[in-house]
């Protein structure tokens, strides 16, 4: 008999789990995005207008942009936002999504230690400065995460025609995410690349780091190789369970005019400089 | 199903192969594992030992829970203070052990230190509590009677270090923390399961949990079989 009602307890707890949020017939938009956008805070200013706006919730699942495009070829998520053009055209031409939207950029910055081993503070290019880490064997942070931002880093190693892997003593593939990348860059003064967002948002913990190549704001970075624009996907309707009039919706709201407006003041106030830029078809032509 | 097909060969293919990055990253798993483990019991057992028949302890009503609640330290609250400890603004940072397999053993043994002390208290106390007082009646040291009740208490001790080692194997929050999961230094079986799961590649990391659980299997099997003869002895 006791054993019965504890069992009976536990099943109750595990059905009253089931039932997400609990609040009735609200829509639910699954949304894979990256670490940068949410770790920003730039979602969690936005999305609540959204939602109010269309008697839904939005789940957040921040990955990495590897990740996060997994989810969406699966059918797991009903939108995707990410950072990495190449692969999303892929992701689009392949049929796992509809189609693309500009939705806002950033840009790339290389930071590393004020004493600057390697000499490149000044240096206007990117690849230019990897070349020269890699020749002086200065000590660089890799995010080797396959993200967004590790996609950038491997193609301007490209770029600088230096062949990167483990075995180089001076090249540390992290596999972690930006924040955790930037503390151990802090540590050990090792060089690395992030967007500006997530290094000004933390540079308040790294006393150590400064940006070397990229200037001080967006307006002085003239290398168009560090831009980091960002797309919204809606993810293939075909693949079942897409909640596929919410992600229009959300597209649509993530691209207006008035959106754009608010995601080009964030981060203004605690900054001084907005955090991304904002860069819809729709906002480009206003 | 794909994914997890896939998984399964995926784990084959690399045993097969003996991927080499593979074979450094379960070697390093051992390693720190198997270092932390030592530590643990070296330190832990003696202590266990000593609460667990030290049953006038002063302060004993406050230690116990104490080691209960170490027993469930959360590792990712242990990575950080390893971490903000072995930081270059920390106290040991001297040392220049954050982001090495050095550092991590010392977190690893401080999840499973509790572990070890709890779990090796519980086995002394439940051995016949008349057994000390009739040795020490018979003449022998404080140091002799600790070593035959521990003898009673082996399987109970055996069970200690299998927790101890079940804990750290899986363990990912500290390590992550402290190792820095950087690939062919300080990545683990556990860290590199995040990252393929994070870089989208499922079936590759479930390859590797699979690979994870194949070596605690084993070791546990070896484990069983010394408890067993320890049993039989």
């Not at chain 1, 754009?260 to 605690?270: K, L, P, S, T, Y």
Request: proline share 4%; with cysteine; net charge negative.
């Amino acid at each position: 008999m006791r054993a019965g009602s504890i069992i009976f307890v536990a099943l109750v707890i595990l059905a009253a789990s089931c039932s997400r949020g609990g609040s009735g017939d609200v829509q639910v938009l699954r949304l894979a995005t990256t670490t940068s956008t949410n770790d920003s805070g730039l979602l969690d200013a936005l999305l609540p207008d959204f939602e109010a706006g269309n008697d839904a919730r939005v789940d957040v699942v921040a990955v990495g942009t590897g990740q996060a495009i997994a989810l969406g070829e699966a059918g797991d998520a009903d939108v995707i936002l990410v950072h990495a053009r190449a692969r999303e055209d892929a992701f689009v031409a392949e049929g796992h999504g509809t189609d693309r939207s500009d939705v806002m950029y950033n840009d790339f910055v290389i930071v590393g230690p004020s004493d600057d081993p390697a000499k490149i503070d000044g240096v206007p290019f990117a690849a230019d400065a990897f070349a020269a880490i890699a020749a002086a064997g200065a000590v660089f942070a890799s995010r080797g995460d396959d993200s967004g931002t590790h996609t950038k880093e491997r193609s301007l190693w490209e770029a600088a025609g230096v062949v990167v892997d483990a075995d180089l003593p001076w090249y540390k593939s992290l596999g972690q995410g930006m924040g955790s990348t930037l503390n151990y860059a802090e540590e050990t003064g090792a060089y690395t690349l992030t967007d500006r967002g997530t290094f000004l948002s933390q540079s308040a913990g790294l006393p150590n780091l400064r940006i070397l190549v990229g200037g001080s704001s967006i307006e002085s970075n003239v290398d168009p190789a560090l831009l980091n624009p960002y797309g919204v996907i809606p993810v293939d309707p075909d693949k079942g369970g897409i909640a596929v009039e919410l992600a229009g919706a959300f597209v649509a709201w993530l691209t207006s005019v008035e959106t754009q407006e608010r995601i080009g003041e964030f981060g203004v106030d605690a900054f001084g400089q907005p955090l991304f830029y904002p860069d819809s078809e729709a906002w480009r032509n206003r | 199903m794909g994914t997890l097909g896939k998984a399964f060969t995926d784990a084959f293919g690399l045993l097969w192969n003996l991927d080499p990055s593979l074979v450094e990253t379960v070697a390093l798993t051992l390693q720190v594992t198997l270092a932390a483990l030592v530590i643990a019991l070296l330190v832990g057992v003696p202590v266990g030992a000593a609460v667990g028949l030290a049953r006038r302890l002063p302060g004993r009503w406050l230690i116990v829970p104490l080691i209960y609640t170490g027993m469930g330290l959360p590792p990712v609250v242990v990575g950080l203070f390893t971490y903000l400890i072995l930081s270059n603004q920390g106290p040991l940072g001297g040392l220049g052990w954050l982001f090495t397999p050095a550092g991590m053993i010392v977190a690893q043994t401080i999840i499973a230190l509790p572990l070890v002390v709890g779990l090796t208290m519980a086995a002394v106390q439940g051995v016949d509590p008349s057994l000390p007082v009739q040795m020490l009646s018979l003449g022998a040291t404080r140091r002799q009677v600790a070593g035959v009740t521990l003898l009673e208490a082996r399987i109970g001790v055996t069970a200690a270090v299998v927790a101890a080692y079940g804990a750290i194997i899986s363990e990912v929050g500290a390590v992550m923390l402290v190792g820095g999961n950087i690939e062919g230094e300080t990545r683990v079986l556990t860290t590199a399961i995040v990252l393929e799961t994070r870089k989208g590649n499922f079936a590759l990391a479930l390859a590797l949990g699979i690979i994870l659980l194949g070596i605690a299997f084993l070791t546990n099997f070896a484990f069983h079989r010394l408890q067993v003869r320890q049993g039989a002895r």
